[in-house]
């Protein structure tokens, strides 16, 4: 990505993450790096590619399986299941687990509240995939 005096954009922190996954998340099978790479807009290094999978499998958030000298690629999380291990970690992080989960809670809208309420009763099963 360029911007008009064609410098090149810097990608907020995570977004190349996220963009690699959900190229992940969208194929039927494993793919390749350089299958990901056609895959994403943009330029990007085959090595920057092959980092940022890397960096996918060493989080457990994609697995690889050899094929021939290489590896291929897919995806374990959705992006809602990699914005749930982002808000694990963070709790996970926190001496005082309730107060930050009252703080999380008392911030939600009408409307989250109401489905944070019917997956906690089993009644939203269908939100949780």
Do not use: C, W
Not at 6 to 33: D, F, H, I, Y
Not at 84 to 94: C, N, S
């Amino acid at each position: 990505m360029r911007n008009r005096r064609e410098e090149p954009v810097r990608r907020a922190p995570g977004a190349l993450e996220a963009e690699v996954l959900a190229v992940l998340g969208n194929s039927a099978g494993p793919l390749s790096p350089s299958e990901v790479q056609a895959r994403l807009r943009g330029d990007l290094a085959y090595t920057t590619v092959v980092t940022i999978l890397t960096r996918l499998h060493d989080k457990g958030i994609a697995s690889r399986e050899k094929h021939g000298r290489s590896f291929r690629y897919h995806a374990i999380d959705d992006e809602a299941g990699l914005a749930a291990r982002k808000m694990a970690k963070v709790l996970d992080g926190e001496p005082d687990r309730g107060s930050v989960l009252a703080r999380f809670v008392t911030r939600l809208s009408k409307s989250d509240e109401a489905t944070l309420r019917a997956l906690l009763h089993g009644d939203g099963e269908d939100h949780a995939r």
